[in-house]
């Protein structure tokens, strides 16, 4: 089955053009990348501005809970499906310790606003016009999610986004959030 992807290396309204259904294979490496953050790794730690002026996002601030880190763009037509469903993922297991944590990559932030106002969700998401973190994870397509366990390790790279991989990651998240939360020194 083709995974809906877009190049995110391609931040304007052309990149619509290269937005097609297939999974892309570009090594991290043609993008300027360390290589790519795999599973079982722990997830690099940032801290972004939110798209809604408010206080940063950082993912450390979620430790101790299960993530879904979510790489999106207003230009990505795989992100206007994710988007309302991760919404729905949230709301279902939230209660149990888990957060979307989302990441806009468009260099126009106004651009993300208006397609987030056309499209609200009950997530925050931060801006990072300059594509710094995508070069960090070595992300190759668009969208490119992470699941990431309460330890900070990530469980399950989602490049792309079909309606139909829902169930898949609802299935995963179930299993991380039915395990304890992580026994840490304060």
């Known amino acids: 089955m083709k995974t809906h992807t877009c190049n995110p290396r391609l931040r304007h309204p052309r990149a619509l053009l290269a937005c097609i259904p297939l999974l892309l294979l570009v090594s991290s490496a043609a993008f300027g990348g360390d290589g790519k953050v795999s599973e079982g790794q722990p997830a690099p730690t940032f801290s972004l501005p939110a798209l809604d002026g408010g ?27 994710s988007l309302p469903l991760l919404d729905e993922l949230r709301t279902e297991f939230g209660d149990r310790g888990f957060r979307v ?4 990559v468009d260099r126009d932030a106004d651009k993300a606003r208006a397609f987030l106002a056309k499209r609200p969700v009950g997530y925050r998401s931060a801006s990072d016009p300059d594509g710094a973190l995508p070069e960090r994870f070595g992300l190759s397509t668009m ?5 990431i366990d309460r330890d900070g390790v990530v ?4 490049p792309g986004f ?25």
Do not use: M
């Not at 944590?101 to 806009?104: F, G, H, I, Y």
């Not at 469980?155 to 989602?158: C, D, N, W």
């Open 55 to 81: 206080k940063p996002i950082s993912l450390e601030s979620h430790r101790g809970e299960v993530v879904y880190l979510d790489f999106w763009a207003s230009w990505c037509p795989p992100c206007v499906t």
């Open 101 to 104: 944590v989302a990441v806009n």
């Open 143 to 147: 969208p490119t999610s992470y699941l």
């Open 155 to 158: 469980r399950h790279v989602h």
């Open 162 to 186: 079909r309606k139909s991989d829902i169930d898949g990651l609802r299935a995963q998240i179930r299993d991380l959030t039915a395990a304890p939360p992580a026994k840490r020194a304060r």
